[in-house]
């Protein structure tokens, strides 16, 4: 968790959730999770298993947020633009033989 001078412990807390989630782009796996315990721990927060389950909580809200708050990729997020159906040449009449 950084720290950041004259903070709300709390609010770092909240900001390092928020981070994590957006870094992560909503998904994590087990690893993730005890990296950002980690993290949690080295800044100064005590995680018992009820704030472990708590800081869970914490993430999963977060990521359904993430996923109906968050801008959309700028390379997803333009239309691709249609491609242009080539016109089809126009079929050469035929001579008429001379009789």
Do not use: C, I
């Amino acid at each position: 968790m950084a720290k950041r001078k004259n903070s709300n412990p709390v609010q770092n807390l909240l900001d390092t959730v928020g981070e994590f989630v957006n870094k992560q782009k909503g998904k994590w796996e087990h690893k993730d999770w005890e990296a950002l315990v980690d993290k949690v721990q080295k800044g100064g927060v005590v995680l018992t298993d009820e704030y472990k389950k708590s800081l869970g909580h914490m993430l999963e809200a977060t990521k359904q947020f993430y996923g109906s708050l968050s801008v959309p990729d700028k390379k997803k997020a333009a239309p691709k633009p249609k491609a242009r159906a080539k016109a089809k040449p126009k079929a050469k009449a035929k001579a008429k033989a001379k009789s």
